[in-house]
């Protein structure tokens, strides 16, 4: 029979707020005089006082008063019989984690208990003044401590569950040792009216708002409050029992898998799934501590273990290959700086032909039919017979043409470093309209609906219809040299102000925005209602398209300039760190990694299975996807 | 900003395949324009058949503008229900209703009207709106005692929904003859049908169907849920509390939406389907549809 160790259900149906009833300085039983207020709960208040039993020293303790406002005399002696009850089983445990109880009585319509003072900070408030995660190695250790407590309490004749497991109740003294606090003597108050909010405890396992209370109940509260540690979130701001649809690798990468595991289990929303008592998830803990402390993991990478993949084809141009290549009916073009516009087979990496412009190619190659369009630092826009390679026009500009073309009405569409988006005709080459603007242009242009959406060095995103004429702008506060993505009505887009920002394509007015740590030079990709796109900080971000919440975030060595692609479930992306990365696009989990001799800064594009890019090393890559 | 050289001149073939043919050539006609509308509204709070008072509040703010210069229509919808004893719901809601939409009209009311041009500097939409709800949440939590409220709240800009939420009154989206809710619950027993662990009709009878696990002015700590829908050119947008969803079943819903001519009517119907069934609570109800105005 487990003793019910709270006064909540005879006292339901009273007002919540309580104020310090205490002075500093009144004398309790004319033995604890009271120094200050150490805490306030619903129904309870927590006061430092002094034992001046021992008037030579300083004897700290600590008194909890608890409130009795039952109306009925009858019920307030039934709480105070069963707060006594509950004192009495306190003051018999005996264990190095649980604070000594003193002395207990009754004064004036309240009840106290005198309990061992504990000089230190509880985990909520220590969570709290911690910038960034906490080292998953502390709060192993510390989920050990807390088993080895709960063993000694469910072991004891009946079983005590302690029920109220959280990292508020949990403190941490001065010689680190965990000590547990509030045994449920007080709980947390609330009204039952009418359609009345119960502030759900969020560590409390889905039985106990049936009743139940049993030891498994306390496994699932302990389970809760590590992934609380873990991964800094609160599960009372989220919604009830949605741990596994927050997994910990997505808050916290540097959790080993075996944490993660044993949390995951403690957690499971059928009480039959879990551990089946403290006892075997103490074991597990256990083992997860044992192999780690041989050696570290470097928070942030992710190593494989097993050998790396064998790319399907490589491909050496004579300089960096900085932009992405395009694919089209076999063949792939890609562009270097070694001024070269490359055509190469797609399946088996052949050359096939190569043009030589009189510049470097920062530009992205696009094809439609049988031409193929690029531009480059020779100022100049290309247009190339997809099959031959020889020259079909070229339209020149005043500035560097490091803006990718797209082509869509039967013009191309393009940015040069004088300041203006062109629009071309794609079978003459002759300039339809140009639109000034006030900065260097090297973005590639969006389009739809009727409008060309593009962005500037100078820091604006215009939208212009298809007469020229500028319909909207905004003014982000740095360069923006991302490409919009328009998507459902929407543009994506990252500027250097560290900044994501989606925008009503009609109207510009900004929907979300969404900071990362450093300039966003990478372009969005749009795919299933999530946004990825790259950021200066060194991370891959996805972010739900509609709200702007982040869903997940992958954290490479270096920055992430490069845009995503994505293809059946995976995100596949490059690092300055010189990998390329394929991530899964639901939960961020790596798949594959490949190392390349270089940065890698240009984006990758997918085929059959396959996916193309470049890099710095002067090569490009096909790889499996 | 932009200096025209040259015009493309449409011809009107479909953009299926992204390549209408365009040519050069001076312009006729300006690009296509959507067809101008304005918004139709229809509203109705009842206190029900069996409590004394209504603890429910509705705002509806509607701006349409008619002309060849005239700016898209602007709706703002607000509904709260309110909940804690002695009078503290009806403050509450009312509270809440106020603040979030004195809030909002500050900021988008002027870059509304003047179409200024928009800049970084401003608080994208999404932002403006949960400002709002939070701001409400703390009048409501510093004012009332023991008061809170759901508060749901639509911002229509021409076919974009702007939706923030909180609690378990409801936006529903009837279009294409089909009924979708918007809105999430943020009630227990919602929760548990997510998890499937009970079914929907169980929730609806469930003992504790009217605990919910976030309101207003509970707390400093408060999460809103914004929404972005993208409205089709022919919908009706309806906004209720938990007093009409609660006794009226989707297909009531559907029907009424279906075949009302006038917004106006749908909610006379709706209140009517709620008392109908008992009318246990108070019911609250906002139906939004556009017009639209050729010629």
Same mark, same amino acid.
């Given at each position: 029979?487990?003793? +019910?160790?709270?006064?909540?259900?005879?006292?339901?149906?009273?007002?919540?707020?309580?104020?310090?009833?205490?002075?500093?300085?009144?004398?309790?039983?004319?033995?604890?005089?009271?120094?200050?207020?150490?805490?306030?709960?619903?129904? !309870?208040?927590?006061?430092?006082?002094?034992?001046?039993?021992?008037?030579?020293?300083?004897?700290?303790?600590?008194?909890?008063?608890?409130?009795?406002?039952?109306?009925?005399?009858?019920?307030?002696?039934?709480?105070?019989?069963?707060?006594?009850?509950?004192?009495?089983?306190?003051?018999?445990?005996?264990?190095?984690?649980?604070?000594?109880?003193?002395?207990?009585?009754?004064?004036?319509?309240?009840?106290?208990?005198?309990?061992?003072?504990?000089?230190?900070?509880?985990?909520?408030?220590?969570?709290?003044?911690?910038?960034?995660?906490?080292?998953?190695?502390?709060?192993?250790?510390?989920?050990?401590?807390?088993?080895?407590?709960?063993?000694?309490?469910?072991?004891?004749?009946?079983?005590?569950?302690?029920?109220?497991?959280?990292?508020?109740?949990?403190? %941490?003294?001065?010689?680190?040792?965990?000590?547990?606090?509030?045994?449920?003597?007080?709980? %947390?108050?609330? !009204?039952?009216?009418?359609?009345?909010?119960?502030?759900?405890?969020?560590?409390?396992?889905?039985?106990?708002?049936?009743?139940?209370?049993?030891?498994?109940?306390?496994?699932?509260?302990?389970?809760?409050?590590?992934?609380?540690?873990?991964?800094?979130?609160?599960?009372?701001?989220?919604?009830?029992?949605?741990?596994?649809?927050?997994?910990?690798?997505?808050?916290?990468?540097?959790?080993?898998?075996?944490?993660? +595991?044993? #949390?995951?289990?403690?957690?499971?929303?059928?009480?039959?799934?879990?551990?089946?008592?403290?006892?075997?998830?103490?074991?597990?803990?256990?083992?997860?501590?044992?192999?780690? =402390?041989?050696?570290?993991?470097? &928070?942030?990478?992710?190593?494989?273990?097993?050998?790396?993949?064998?790319?399907?084809?490589?491909?050496?141009?004579?300089?960096?290959?900085?932009?992405?290549?395009?694919?089209?009916?076999?063949?792939?073009?890609?562009?270097?700086?070694?001024?070269?516009?490359?055509?190469?087979?797609?399946?088996?990496?052949?050359?096939?032909?190569?043009?030589?412009?009189?510049?470097?190619?920062?530009?992205?190659?696009?094809?439609?039919?049988?031409?193929?369009?690029?531009?480059?630092?020779?100022?100049?826009?290309?247009?190339?017979?997809?099959? !031959?390679?020889?020259?079909?026009?070229?339209?020149?500009?005043?500035?560097?043409?490091?803006?990718?073309?797209?082509? =869509?009405?039967?013009?191309?569409?393009?940015?040069?470093?004088?300041?203006?988006?062109?629009?071309?005709?794609?079978?003459?080459?002759? #300039?339809?309209?140009? #639109?000034?603007?006030?900065?260097?242009?090297?973005?590639?242009?969006?389009?739809?609906?009727?409008?060309?959406?593009?962005?500037?060095?100078?820091?604006?995103?215009?939208?212009?219809?298809?007469?020229?004429?500028?319909?909207?702008?905004?003014? &982000?506060?740095?360069?923006?040299?991302?490409?919009?993505?328009?998507?459902?009505?929407?543009?994506?887009?990252?500027?250097?102000?560290?900044?994501?920002?989606?925008?009503?394509?009609?109207?510009?007015?900004?929907?979300?925005?969404?900071?990362?740590?450093?300039?966003?030079?990478?372009?969005?990709?749009?795919?299933?209602?999530?946004?990825?796109?790259?950021?200066?900080?060194?991370?891959?971000?996805?972010?739900?398209?509609?709200?702007?919440?982040?869903?997940?975030?992958?954290?490479?060595?270096?920055?992430?300039?490069?845009?995503?692609?994505?293809?059946?479930?995976?995100?596949?992306?490059?690092?300055?760190?010189?990998?390329?990365?394929?991530?899964?696009?639901?939960?961020?989990?790596?798949?594959?990694?490949?190392?390349?001799?270089?940065?890698?800064?240009?984006?990758?594009?997918?085929?059959?299975?396959?996916?193309?890019?470049?890099?710095?090393?002067?090569?490009?890559?096909?790889?499996?996807? | 900003?932009?200096?025209?050289?040259?015009?493309?001149?449409?011809?009107?073939?479909?953009?299926?395949?992204?390549?209408?043919?365009?040519?050069?050539?001076?312009?006729?006609?300006?690009?296509?324009?959507?067809?101008?509308?304005?918004?139709?509204?229809?509203?109705?709070?009842?206190?029900?058949?069996?409590?004394?008072?209504?603890?429910?509040?509705?705002? &509806?703010?509607?701006?349409?503008?008619?002309?060849?210069?005239?700016?898209?229509?602007?709706?703002?919808?607000?509904?709260?229900?309110?909940?804690?004893?002695?009078?503290?719901?009806?403050?509450?809601?009312?509270?809440?209703?106020?603040?979030?939409?004195?809030?909002?009209?500050?900021?988008?009311?002027?870059?509304?009207?003047?179409?200024?041009?928009?800049?970084?500097?401003?608080?994208?939409? !999404?932002?403006?709106?949960?400002?709002?709800?939070?701001?409400?949440?703390?009048? #409501?939590?510093?004012?009332?005692?023991?008061?809170?409220? &759901?508060?749901?709240?639509?911002?229509?800009?021409?076919?974009?929904?702007?939706?923030?939420?909180?609690?378990?009154?409801?936006?529903?989206?009837?279009?294409?003859?089909?009924?979708?809710?918007?809105?999430?619950?943020?009630?227990?027993?919602?929760?548990?049908?997510?998890?499937?662990?009970?079914?929907?009709? =169980?929730?609806?009878?469930?003992?504790?169907?009217?605990?919910?696990?976030?309101?207003?002015?509970?707390?400093?700590?408060?999460?809103?849920?914004?929404?972005?829908?993208?409205?089709?050119?022919?919908?009706?947008?309806?906004?209720?509390?938990?007093?009409?969803?609660?006794?009226?079943?989707?297909?009531?819903?559907?029907?009424?939406?279906?075949?009302?001519?006038?917004?106006?009517?749908?909610?006379?119907?709706?209140?009517?389907?709620?008392?109908?069934?008992?009318?246990?609570?108070?019911?609250?109800?906002?139906?939004?549809?556009?017009?639209?105005?050729?010629?």
């Amino acid at each position: 029979m487990t003793p +019910e160790l709270d006064t909540h259900k005879i006292t339901a149906g009273l007002k919540t707020r309580t104020g310090a009833t205490l002075a500093v300085g009144q004398v309790l039983q004319q033995r604890y005089q009271v120094l200050g207020v150490l805490g306030m709960g619903g129904m !309870s208040a927590v006061y430092q006082v002094r034992d001046l039993r021992f008037p030579n020293v300083t004897k700290l303790c600590a008194v909890k008063e608890i409130i009795n406002l039952a109306p009925d005399p009858q019920l307030r002696a039934i709480a105070v019989q069963n707060f006594e009850r509950e004192a009495n089983i306190l003051a018999t445990l005996s264990h190095p984690a649980i604070p000594q109880v003193y002395d207990y009585f009754s004064e004036h319509d309240r009840s106290y208990l005198v309990i061992e003072f504990i000089d230190g900070q509880d985990l909520e408030a220590y969570l709290g003044e911690h910038a960034g995660l906490l080292s998953h190695e502390m709060v192993l250790d510390w989920a050990i401590q807390l088993c080895e407590v709960l063993i000694y309490l469910h072991s004891h004749e009946p079983p005590i569950v302690f029920r109220d497991m959280k990292p508020s109740n949990v403190m %941490l003294d001065k010689h680190n040792q965990i000590r547990l606090v509030d045994f449920g003597i007080a709980k %947390l108050f609330q !009204s039952g009216q009418k359609g009345t909010m119960i502030g759900t405890e969020g560590y409390s396992p889905p039985e106990q708002y049936r009743g139940v209370a049993d030891p498994r109940g306390d496994v699932y509260a302990l389970g809760a409050t590590i992934h609380h540690l873990l991964s800094k979130q609160d599960p009372r701001l989220e919604p009830p029992f949605s741990f596994h649809e927050r997994p910990l690798k997505a808050a916290n990468p540097a959790v080993p898998d075996a944490l993660v +595991e044993v #949390v995951n289990r403690a957690l499971e929303y059928d009480a039959e799934k879990r551990w089946a008592n403290i006892t075997e998830m103490y074991e597990a803990l256990k083992a997860v501590r044992g192999p780690l =402390e041989r050696g570290g993991t470097r &928070t942030g990478t992710f190593h494989l273990s097993t050998g790396e993949i064998e790319p399907v084809w490589v491909f050496a141009c004579e300089d960096e290959v900085r932009s992405t290549p395009a694919l089209g009916e076999g063949v792939l073009y890609v562009g270097a700086y070694d001024h070269n516009v490359y055509a190469l087979d797609a399946q088996t990496g052949a050359f096939r032909w190569k043009y030589a412009t009189e510049g470097g190619l920062a530009s992205s190659p696009c094809l439609w039919q049988d031409r193929v369009f690029v531009g480059s630092e020779d100022r100049l826009l290309y247009c190339i017979n997809a099959q !031959s390679g020889r020259i079909v026009w070229t339209c020149p500009t005043q500035g560097c043409v490091r803006s990718s073309p797209r082509v =869509e009405y039967n013009h191309v569409f393009f940015g040069s470093d004088d300041h203006q988006l062109y629009a071309v005709n794609m079978q003459s080459g002759r #300039v339809a309209w140009r #639109v000034e603007t006030e900065g260097s242009v090297r973005t590639r242009p969006a389009i739809g609906d009727e409008s060309i959406y593009f962005g500037c060095e100078e820091g604006s995103v215009y939208a212009v219809d298809i007469r020229g004429v500028v319909r909207w702008r905004f003014a &982000t506060r740095r360069a923006v040299t991302s490409s919009p993505a328009l998507h459902e009505g929407i543009i994506y887009v990252g500027s250097s102000d560290h900044t994501v920002y989606a925008l009503d394509a009609r109207s510009g007015w900004a929907v979300w925005r969404f900071r990362t740590g450093k300039a966003v030079i990478s372009s969005p990709a749009v795919d299933m209602g999530t946004v990825y796109v790259g950021s200066v900080d060194n991370s891959l971000y996805a972010l739900d398209a509609r709200t702007g919440r982040q869903v997940w975030k992958f954290t490479t060595d270096n920055q992430v300039t490069s845009s995503p692609a994505t293809l059946e479930g995976a995100v596949y992306f490059g690092s300055v760190d010189g990998n390329v990365y394929s991530v899964d696009a639901r939960t961020g989990a790596l798949r594959w990694r490949f190392r390349t001799g270089g940065p890698v800064t240009s984006s990758p594009v997918v085929g059959e299975g396959v996916i193309y890019i470049g890099s710095t090393d002067h090569r490009v890559y096909a790889l499996a996807a | 900003m932009g200096r025209v050289r040259d015009l493309l001149q449409k011809r009107e073939t479909p953009a299926s395949e992204g390549s209408p043919v365009i040519e050069l050539g001076p312009s006729r006609a300006a690009p296509r324009q959507s067809v101008p509308h304005t918004l139709k509204v229809g509203r109705a709070s009842h206190v029900g058949q069996v409590r004394d008072h209504n603890e429910d509040v509705l705002l &509806t703010l509607e701006s349409s503008q008619l002309g060849d210069q005239a700016n898209e229509p602007l709706g703002w919808f607000v509904l709260a229900d309110g909940m804690g004893g002695h009078q503290a719901g009806e403050l509450a809601s009312a509270m809440a209703v106020r603040v979030v939409t004195y809030e909002l009209l500050n900021e988008i009311l002027r870059p509304y009207l003047f179409s200024e041009a928009h800049d970084a500097s401003q608080s994208p939409l !999404s932002e403006v709106m949960v400002n709002a709800v939070m701001a409400a949440n703390k009048a #409501v939590y510093d004012q009332v005692q023991g008061g809170g409220t &759901t508060l749901t709240c639509a911002l229509i800009l021409g076919h974009r929904a702007y939706l923030a939420h909180v609690g378990d009154s409801r936006a529903y989206l009837f279009a294409d003859n089909k009924l979708r809710q918007i809105t999430r619950d943020h009630s227990f027993v919602d929760r548990l049908v997510e998890l499937g662990q009970i079914t929907p009709s =169980e929730a609806a009878h469930h003992p504790q169907r009217n605990v919910l696990y976030r309101a207003v002015g509970q707390g400093d700590a408060l999460e809103v849920d914004t929404y972005l829908e993208m409205l089709p050119a022919q919908y009706r947008l309806l906004l209720c509390c938990d007093g009409l969803w609660g006794s009226v079943n989707d297909d009531q819903l559907a029907e009424a939406l279906r075949s009302a001519a006038t917004p106006q009517e749908a909610c006379d119907r709706l209140i009517e389907a709620a008392n109908a069934a008992g009318g246990k609570d108070n019911i609250t109800v906002v139906v939004v549809e556009p017009q639209s105005h050729s010629g």
